[in-house]
């Protein structure tokens, strides 16, 4: 059974930054597909990023130049280091990762949509303060 989870979550202050990280148990994900959500009170989950198993990388228009999603592959974690906060990014973020490795091409399309998704952490709570 595989199992995602999240951690770094936390409250911080507007234009601050937090790092968040996914750990895969029972398996290593590191050239599998993993992407961040979040969902936000009373919204919709929505796609944050994407890496694909070759490196490739989406972001939604409003994160980026401001977060970063990467591999570390001495720690088995996908990370996110989230810089100049807002309190519209206050939500909670989901990890998520493709079962399969290695597969074909990793296309934007794919990357956004929830059920390209296998697994599924519990989610960390990011709050920014005004």
């Known amino acids: 059974q595989v199992q995602l989870i999240e951690s770094g979550g936390g409250l911080v202050q507007t234009g601050g930054s937090l790092r968040l990280s996914c750990v895969a148990s029972?398996?290593?994900?590191?050239?599998?597909?993993m992407g961040w959500f979040r969902q936000a009170p009373g919204k919709e989950r929505e796609f944050v990023t994407g890496?694909?198993?070759?490196?490739?990388?989406y972001y939604m228009d409003s994160v980026t130049g401001r977060f970063t999603i990467s591999r570390d592959y001495a720690k088995n974690t996908v990370d996110l280091r989230m810089n100049s906060l807002k309190p519209d990014d206050t939500a909670v973020y989901y990890c998520?990762?493709?079962?399969?490795?290695?597969?074909?091409?990793?296309?934007?399309?794919?990357?956004?949509?929830?059920?390209?998704?296998?697994?599924w952490g519990q989610g960390t709570q990011v709050t920014v303060s005004s």
């Open positions: 029972g398996r290593t994900l590191m050239d599998n597909a």
């Open positions: 998520a990762a493709q079962s399969r490795k290695g597969i074909g091409s990793f296309r934007r399309s794919d990357a956004e949509t929830r059920a390209f998704y296998d697994y």
């Open positions: 890496i694909g198993w070759n490196g490739v990388t």
